[in-house]
Structures are given as structure tokens and as C-alpha cells.
T-cell receptor
Framework: GQNIDQPTEMTATEGAIVQINCTYQ??????LFWYQQHAGEAPTFLSY????GLEEKGRFSSFLSRSKGYSYLLLKELQMKDSASYLC??????????FGGGTRVLVKP | KAGVTQTPRYLIKTRGQQVTLSCSPI?????VSWYQQTPGQGLQFLFE???????NKGNFPGRFSGRQFSNSRSEMNVSTLELGDSALYLC????????????FGQGTRLTVV
């Protein structure tokens, strides 16, 4: 079966750094995605990792270790608008994405 | 470059009816996947189309079906609607099936009453 785990909720202060972990056990792997989703809106693409290592995009970075079945999303210099759910998803076959339950991040002033 | 376009944005249907949702992928993208999102189940994969052929299918009943046209636009159909089909239906567009990024449309919010 497919299993993707991420924390349910995290709270952080504006200007701080938060790291959202994602562990996965899937049959098939062709990349790991991170999406941001604000309440009532569609997921917005943040990052895609298919090789091990760190990918940096502005305030957001994503890391992947395929041997450990592990990824994290790092959000730096948190802003109030970063309050959202963050979804970890693994491409398991073709273009099929299997999602974790999402991590709700609350940024406090 | 236009993003992924889904129509309609909102729909209200009654039980037993059927519904068709549309997804136009990003220009040049050939792969379209459909997902159902509910508060209880999260995002669940429905099916994937590439080059007008269904390539993968999730664990949904046969009432859920789809197709893809030669211009890569895709439709999904749900027949004999049930209250539990109320959800946000999202489609994701990719250039190819693998090794490329996937982008979501704004979704169609379906309410079954």
C-alpha cells in the first residue's frame, strides 16, 4: 500500500523558520511534490524533487532522501500569508500523485 | 501562459443526476489527472489521461468516468450522484506523465443535495 505521513499541525511565529517533515512508503516513486493550499482554494505548486538533495526557491526549500523515504519543506522568514496547509505528494505511477493528509501551518504575529 | 482551467467553478446538483466537469490543461501539456478532495479523505486520485488514453485509475466506483480529447482537454463524468460525491474536484496538468511538474486548476466545487 501507499503511506505518506506528515504532521497534522504546526505553529510558528512571523519571521521564524518552520520545517515540515514528510515520510513515505510507496510502491513506485517518480518524484515528490510540495503544494501550498489556502482554505477554500486549489493547491499551488511549490516544489518538485526527483533526485536526492536540497532545492531552494526563495524563502522555500525542499529536501529529499530517497533511501530514507524522507522529505522536508523549509519555510524561512515566515509571513502571515504563509498560514495554509502544506501537502506532500509522491508520484507513484505515471502521473498519479498520492497525497499525505497535509500539515496546517499557523503563523502567529 | 494560461494556467489550468476548470469549468464550472461551482455546481449544485440533486441526488441521482449526473454531472460533467471540464479541464483544459496548460498549453502543450498532455497529461491530465483528476482528484477528489473532501475534508474527511483529503486528496484522492481518480484517474489519469495521457494521449487520450486512461493510464491509471484510483479506487472509485464505475459511476466516475472520464475522457481526454485530442487537444488534451479532459472531462470527467459522475453519474447517479450521491450526497457523498459533494467535494472539490481538481485536475492536474503535466507536460508528460513522469519527470515533470504537475499544476492544479482552481477546481470545481460540486454540492449534491
Amino acid at each position: 500500500g501507499q503511506n505518506i505521513d506528515q504532521p497534522t499541525e504546526m505553529t510558528a511565529t512571523e519571521g521564524a523558520i518552520v520545517q515540515i517533515n514528510c515520510t513515505y512508503q510507496t510502491s513506485g516513486f517518480n518524484g515528490l511534490f510540495w503544494y501550498q493550499q489556502h482554505a477554500g482554494e486549489a493547491p499551488t505548486f511549490l516544489s518538485y524533487n526527483v533526485l536526492d538533495g536540497l532545492e531552494e526557491k526563495g524563502r522555500f526549500s525542499s529536501f529529499l532522501s530517497r533511501s530514507k523515504g524522507y522529505s522536508y519543506l523549509l519555510l524561512k522568514e515566515l509571513q502571515m500569508k504563509d498560514s495554509a496547509s502544506y501537502l506532500c505528494a509522491v508520484r507513484t505511477a505515471g502521473n498519479k500523485l498520492t497525497f499525505g493528509g497535509g500539515t496546517r501551518v499557523l503563523v502567529k504575529p | 501562459k494560461a494556467g489550468v482551467t476548470q469549468t464550472p467553478r461551482y455546481l449544485i446538483k440533486t441526488r441521482g443526476q449526473q454531472v460533467t466537469l471540464s479541464c483544459s490543461p496548460i498549453s502543450g501539456h498532455r497529461s491530465v489527472s483528476w482528484y477528489q478532495q473532501t475534508p474527511g479523505q483529503g486528496l484522492q486520485f481518480l484517474f489519469e489521461y495521457f494521449s487520450e488514453t486512461q493510464r491509471n485509475k484510483g479506487n472509485f466506483p464505475g459511476r466516475f468516468s472520464g475522457r481526454q480529447f485530442s487537444n488534451s482537454r479532459s472531462e470527467m463524468n459522475v453519474s447517479t450522484l450521491e450526497l457523498g460525491d459533494s467535494a472539490l474536484y481538481l485536475c492536474a496538468s503535466s507536460l508528460f506523465q513522469m519527470n515533470t511538474e504537475a499544476f492544479f486548476g482552481q477546481g470545481t466545487r460540486l454540492t449534491v443535495v
